[in-house]
């Protein structure tokens, strides 16, 4: 196509045409769509506005009904204050009331607050007097009422008060008298049965079997393992109840001391705690006792014979010295020297008749001693062995052993001395009639030795003078 000048100048109005109709379109669509959104926001508006103020009515309705309500509650709140207030008024006026009423309550009640700490103190050594002793047996009338002081909470009252003099003034009554009841008594079988008994004021009670020991829970009694020698029986306090004068032995420990005499081993008791170490140790004093007896008899017929030889030198007889004399009537013609030597010889031959025994006196009582270590020894042992099985806490368990071990030394020190005394004894007898024996034989010695030196003397003068 060929355009000219002209013609290109004719298109442009109609291009300028084509474009603004072109824009024209999006502005009138633009427009009619912000018509639209408008009419919505003014409608969403008013909805919006009606919506709003009929919540609004709705808050003052609510706010009416919370002021309302208010009104009321502050009212009330009012009401309960002032009743506050009284109640607090009179709360204070009673408090101040009560500590006034608690002041004067301390004020009267102090002197009788201690009134009853010394009552109940009072009451208490009563009840343990009360269920301690004899008294029970027939005098215990007021007991439940003293056990009614020790266990309340509050002041006694008068009644009370007056049955914890009445009862003190009857155990004092109690303790002086001598008072004939019927007890329960259970004997060594288990059995029970009634019999008498004199109660002797509070210190003790006695039966047919003499002391008996009274349970005041169980109201029975029991006889005492062991009497003291010339208790008191029934017999013997019938003549004291009947006016007559009467010595009898009282425990004024009120049974304590009844129950050791009981718990006291006697003689074969500790002999027997000795085991058989301590009957071999009694066995060896026994034999040595024997030998010395028989030997101090034998030395002191001796003596006694050889007094009477003394006086009677020309008639020997069947004894030490009368052996000694004999040996000199048979030997004297020999010479001194001989006659010397045979009695020697006769006095050591004496000598060991004299001291027979005595060397096993000796031996016996060096072993005493001996042996009683070895009881001790043995005990220790055994003790040793109870603690490792039981260990130490019990003092009974171990008791067999410490006995056995202070028994058996005892034993043996008691065996030794009187073994070494009797030893010490028959060997000074002995040695004096040993000295007789030299004495004598010297003398006749002494006397042969004269004799021979006498001729010769008389016949050396005879042979100066001629």
Same mark, same amino acid.
């Given at each position: ?13 109609? *291009? ?161 008298? =001598? ?14 049965? =009634?019999?008498? @008994? ?33 208790? %008191? ?24 001391? =009844? ?112 042996? !009683? ?44 001395? %009187? ?23 010297? !003398? =006749?010695? @002494?006397?042969?030795?004269?004799? *021979? ?14």
């Amino acid at each position: 196509m060929n355009f000219n000048s002209n013609s290109l100048f004719s298109l442009k109005p109609l *291009t300028a045409l084509l474009c603004a109709i072109s824009l024209s379109f999006p502005v009138m669509a633009a427009t009619s769509t912000s018509a639209d959104l408008a009419n919505k926001a003014t409608a969403e508006n008013k909805a919006q506005a009606r919506h709003n103020i009929q919540r609004e009515a709705e808050f003052k309705q609510t706010e009416k009904q919370l002021l309302a309500l208010k009104s009321k509650l502050e009212v009330k709140q009012k009401t309960i204050q002032q009743q506050t207030d009284v109640l607090t008024e009179a709360f204070s006026e009673n408090e101040n009331k009560l500590a006034r009423l608690e002041e004067k309550l301390r004020l009267e009640t102090g002197s009788l607050g201690e009134l009853f700490g010394v009552v109940r103190q009072n009451a208490k050594e009563l009840g343990a007097e009360l269920h301690n002793t004899v008294n029970s047996v027939d005098r215990g009338v007021h007991t439940d009422t003293v056990d009614q002081i020790i266990d309340a909470k509050s002041l006694p009252s008068m009644e009370q008060l007056t049955g914890l003099w009445l009862s003190m003034s009857e155990q004092i009554s109690a303790s002086r008298e =001598l008072g004939k009841a019927q007890i329960s008594f259970i004997d060594g079988n288990g059995n029970t049965s =009634l019999v008498e @008994a004199y109660r002797l004021g509070s210190i003790g009670l006695v039966t047919e079997q003499g002391y008996v020991s009274w349970n005041s829970k169980r109201n029975d009694a029991i006889a005492y393992m062991k009497q003291p020698d010339n208790g %008191p029986f029934i017999s013997s306090l019938s003549s004291l109840a009947a006016g007559e004068t009467t010595n009898i032995i009282i425990d004024p420990s009120r049974g304590f001391m =009844l129950e050791q005499l009981a718990l006291t081993p006697s003689l074969r008791d500790r002999l027997q705690a000795g085991g058989v170490v301590g009957k071999v140790i009694l066995g060896l004093l026994a034999i040595g006792l024997l030998i010395a007896l028989f030997r101090g008899v034998s030395l002191a017929i001796a003596r006694q014979k050889i007094r009477s030889q003394l006086k009677k030198p020309d008639q020997p007889g069947n004894n030490p010295l009368g052996r000694v004399l004999a040996v000199y009537d048979k030997e004297q013609n020999r010479s001194v020297e001989a006659l010397e030597l045979r009695l020697l010889e006769a006095v050591v031959d004496e000598q060991t008749h004299l001291e027979k025994g005595l060397s096993m006196l000796k031996l016996l009582a060096a072993l005493a001693p001996m042996l !009683g270590l070895l009881g001790t020894v043995t005990g220790m042992i055994e003790t040793f062995q109870v603690i490792t099985q039981f260990g130490n806490g019990d003092p009974k368990v171990m008791a067999g052993g410490i006995s056995m071990a202070l028994i058996t030394t005892v034993l043996g020190l008691v065996a030794a001395m %009187p073994l070494l005394l009797a030893h010490n004894i028959l060997s000074t007898q002995a040695e004096n009639i040993r000295n007789i024996l030299e004495k004598q034989g010297i !003398g =006749l010695v @002494a006397e042969q030795a004269e004799k *021979t030196t006498q001729p010769e003397t008389s016949l050396s003068s005879v042979g100066t003078a001629a």
